[in-house]
């Protein structure tokens, strides 16, 4: 017994593969078949520069690319044949990054953070760098509201589909209180979980209600596709995509929307908004559905100048009649953006027909970085009567 216990005092068991292996204190582990001690990727230091690890003896080449940085970088192979890279220090941010393996594409098989979508060829990992206090779309100690999923029978489109839904704080269904709603599209290659899991939406909601910059309002993600990505021809103009979408839209979602949620059933109390394929949505729907929609946006919205004239005729033909009708009309896009001419040939195009709106540009590219901020900024307008007041 006694030597048992002296066996365990100096001794630490751990199973590998079904057998026990002994570590003792100030001894290196011992190399066994079948084992390697996991390679940590990524690893962020004090200062914030960012590590990047690949164990791949047998390739030949292995390379970085990510939102921190501009083109790509080698990793260096060590003897134990594991690639290696270290980043600048890098700003507070969540960033998307690849390694190319041999001219493979692929995630870091190191890292769980993992941003998904609807079409494998965007499958990337997330690095999430910290800064010394939290961000604007980080968890808080204040209340929080709830993602709820909704299955619901599209018969416009004659499939069963989901919707997210973010619901404020103190949301009770069988209270009195109605809420606004803001129906928010993501991108092409994403799905209706997007704004949730890489949007952060409703981390950002919860920090904007505490702060009493926004009143509470439901946020409605449906998916964002007229049929399944792939199986639609794709001509160049996402506006093709957005007649079948929006089909589903006003026919199915909103209906089913404002019978299963205790929300505002008027035009002043809904707002129509989206990112990238979802911005041209927005804004093809919403414009031409002034019936439907007083607030709407367009975050790098994917659209082209020569389809203006057609898709927004009606809005331009009587532009008294469509701002009296628009509370806000709020544009977006990053000025390395590759989207960003189109942006701003949307809102000359609007200048010229005299329809006002907010047109709002900034540093980044056509990424999450830039539309998290983006709705932290856009928020605090809607449902507000001096929305309107802001727009040139």
Wanted: aromatic share 10%; charged share 20%.
């Amino acid at each position: 017994m006694k030597q048992l216990l002296l066996l365990c005092s100096f001794a630490v068991a751990f199973h590998v593969g079904g057998a026990q292996v002994v570590q003792r204190p100030g001894v290196p582990p011992a190399r066994h078949e079948g084992f390697q001690l996991p390679v940590r990727s990524p690893e962020i230091g004090t200062d914030r520069r960012v590590t990047f690890r690949l164990r791949a003896p047998k390739v030949n080449e292995v390379t970085l690319t990510g939102e921190f940085m501009q083109g790509s970088r080698p990793l260096t192979k060590d003897a134990d044949g594991i690639w290696s890279v270290t980043t600048d220090p890098l700003p507070p941010e969540i960033y998307a990054y690849n390694f190319t393996i041999d001219g493979v594409k692929t995630i870091d098989p190191s890292n769980a953070a993992v941003k998904t979508g609807s079409t494998a060829a965007t499958i990337q990992s997330l690095l999430e760098v910290p800064g010394e206090t939290s961000a604007f779309y980080d968890a808080r100690p204040v209340p929080h509201g709830e993602i709820r999923t909704e299955w619901y029978e599209s018969k416009s489109l004659h499939s069963i589909r989901r919707l997210t839904i973010y619901t404020p704080p103190g949301f009770d269904s069988r209270a009195r209180t109605q809420y606004p709603t803001l129906y928010l599209l993501h991108g092409a290659n994403a799905d209706e979980a997007a704004w949730t899991t890489l949007g952060h939406v409703n981390l950002i909601l919860d920090n904007l209600l505490s702060e009493k910059k926004i009143q509470p309002f439901i946020v409605v993600m449906p998916f964002g596709y007229g049929a399944v990505p792939g199986t639609q021809p794709f001509n160049g103009s996402f506006t093709d995509i957005s007649d079948t979408f929006s089909k589903d839209l006003l026919g199915d979602v909103i209906p089913l929307v404002e019978t299963r949620f205790p929300v505002l059933k008027d035009r002043d109390h809904r707002a129509l908004a989206g990112l990238s394929m979802g911005g041209v949505e927005s804004l093809t729907i919403g414009l031409n559905h002034l019936e439907t929609f007083s607030y709407v946006a367009g975050f790098s919205a994917a659209m082209r100048p020569a389809d203006f004239p057609r898709d927004f005729a009606a809005l331009v033909a009587n532009p008294h009649e469509s701002n009296q009708k628009l509370h806000l009309l709020w544009l977006g896009a990053g000025r390395e953006d590759g989207l960003f001419g189109a942006t701003d040939s949307f809102s000359k195009f609007l200048d010229a027909a005299e329809i006002k709106h907010i047109y709002h540009t900034s540093e980044g590219a056509h990424t999450w970085i830039v539309w998290r901020r983006y709705l932290q900024e856009f928020a605090p307008l809607l449902f507000s009567t001096d929305a309107n007041n802001l727009a040139h």
